[in-house]
Structure formats: structure tokens, C-alpha cells
């Protein structure tokens, strides 16, 4: 019944920027943490970013420095902005929401390819 809306990525070249966005129709959105995840074309899914209820905010080693992690709750979206790219940024981008109450559902966008190339 949630619905997570997945917008942005596709083709840029090495060095550019990107911004993703994802919009979630549920009431309990401020109590979720927000995070992004990808799969590499081998099929590798990596954890990128999250924002906790609370305003915590975390990074992935490959993307610290470049990539920053917004959200905003008065529009149930968050949002992703990749700059300087790198070839090996390639992959499907996931929006996902993760339950911090035990209990609460787990929702996942349908994902979103990025590819960086010349």
C-alpha cells in the first residue's frame, strides 16, 4: 500500500553531477530512516547513504565527499546529490525505507539506472 516513487538518474559523463529523488506515500514517513542503496552490474548491492528519524546521517566510504543525503518530511522525499562521478558509480540506485519500530514494514523503490560514461 506505501508507494515509493523513484525520479532522476540516467547517463552522465565522468566528473558530472546527478541528484536522485524519492517521495513515499506513507503517514509514518518523519519515523523511518531514509536511505539509498545500489546494485552494481555484477549484482552487488551496496549500502550509499541514510538518514535516521532523528537527522543522523551516514555515508559509505566510496561516496564520502561527494555524494550528500537530504531529506525532507513536510514532502514525505528524500533525495540523493552525486557529484564528481565516477565510472564506478554505475548501477541501479534504490530508494528504501527502513523500519526503526519493531514490527513496521520495510519498503524498497524499484530502482533507478545510473550510468557514468564517456
Known amino acids: 500500500q506505501v508507494q515509493l516513487v523513484e525520479s532522476g538518474g540516467g547517463l552522465v559523463q565522468p566528473g558530472g553531477n546527478l541528484s536522485l529523488s524519492c517521495a513515499a506515500s506513507d503517514s509514518r514517513f518523519s519515523a523511518y530512516e531514509v536511505v539509498w542503496y545500489r546494485q552494481t552490474p555484477e549484482n552487488q548491492r551496496e549500502w550509499v547513504a541514510g538518514i535516521t528519524p532523528g537527522g543522523a546521517i551516514k555515508y559509505a566510504n566510496f561516496v564520502q565527499g561527494r555524494f550528500t543525503i537530504s531529506r525532507d518530511n513536510a514532502q514525505n522525499t528524500w533525495y540523493l546529490r552525486m557529484n564528481s562521478l565516477k565510472s564506478e558509480d554505475t548501477a541501479v540506485y534504490f530508494c528504501?525505507?527502513?523500519?526503526?519500530?519493531?514490527?513496521?514494514?520495510?519498503?524498497w523503490g524499484k530502482g533507478i539506472p545510473v550510468t557514468v560514461s564517456s
Open positions: 528504501k525505507l527502513e523500519a526503526v519500530v519493531t514490527g513496521w514494514p520495510n519498503y
